[in-house]
């Protein structure tokens, strides 16, 4: 089962689109918790073009998320997952 995506206005801040998110929730490289923010997730995955993005979401149940930033990746990002 697909996972439904909510967006908050934030999500487009950095100005990725609502497709390449998507597509980088679809085309994880690592995903984790946030650690000291619960029900906090961050996902490094690739956007159409295929470059990494971040995206951090908050779940709403078990079949949706609302995602809440999403930005090409950083190095605090890349770190904090280990890779």
Do not use: Q, W
């Given at each position: 089962?697909?996972?439904?995506?909510?967006?908050?206005e934030a999500a487009f801040r950095h100005k990725?689109?609502?497709?390449?998110?998507?597509?980088?929730?679809?085309?994880?490289?690592?995903?984790?918790?946030?650690e000291g923010f619960p029900e906090k997730y961050v996902v490094i995955?690739?956007?159409?073009?295929?470059?990494?993005?971040?995206?951090?979401?908050?779940?709403?149940?078990?079949?949706?998320?609302?995602?809440?930033?999403?930005?090409?990746?950083?190095?605090?990002?890349?770190?904090?997952?280990?890779?």
């Open positions: 089962m697909d996972v439904i995506v909510e967006f908050n990725i689109s609502k497709e390449d998110i998507l597509h980088a929730l679809k085309c994880k490289i690592r995903a984790g918790a946030i995955g690739l956007n159409r073009a295929k470059n990494p993005i971040e995206v951090m979401y908050n779940p709403i149940d078990d079949n949706s998320i609302n995602v809440f930033h999403a930005m090409k990746v950083r190095k605090s990002t890349i770190k904090l997952l280990g890779l």
